[in-house]
């Protein structure tokens, strides 16, 4: 399968999807463990979760897809929303919280 329709796949087909560094378990980068950490914050247990050092091409790939250099990488409700600074920033001034409130609100 091709690496972007597979990444596609992933975004839309999850209501929330983070590539990352490693594991939630065993986050291997600060960035990938502060975005976690945001998500469990939010109310967020289960968040479909992509380790990039397990596939390169993946890794390269969800770079190419969101046109954005670095990881981790957040999608909700098939949207890239961005990395941990973006997600600090949006979990600080609340904002964060009301995009994933419908997602949280109907498990």
Known sequence: MDVQKK???LVTGNPVVL???GTPQFPQCGFSAR???I???CG???PVTIDVLADPEIRQGVKDYANWPTVPQ???SGEFVGGSDIMTEMYQAGELQKQLEPI???R
């Open 7 to 9: 990444i596609h796949d």
């Open 19 to 21: 590539f990352m560094k």
């Open 35 to 37: 975005a976690i950490q």
């Open 39 to 41: 998500l469990n914050a």
């Open 44 to 46: 967020v247990t289960a």
């Open 74 to 76: 957040l999608y909700i």
């Open 104 to 106: 949280i609100g109907a």
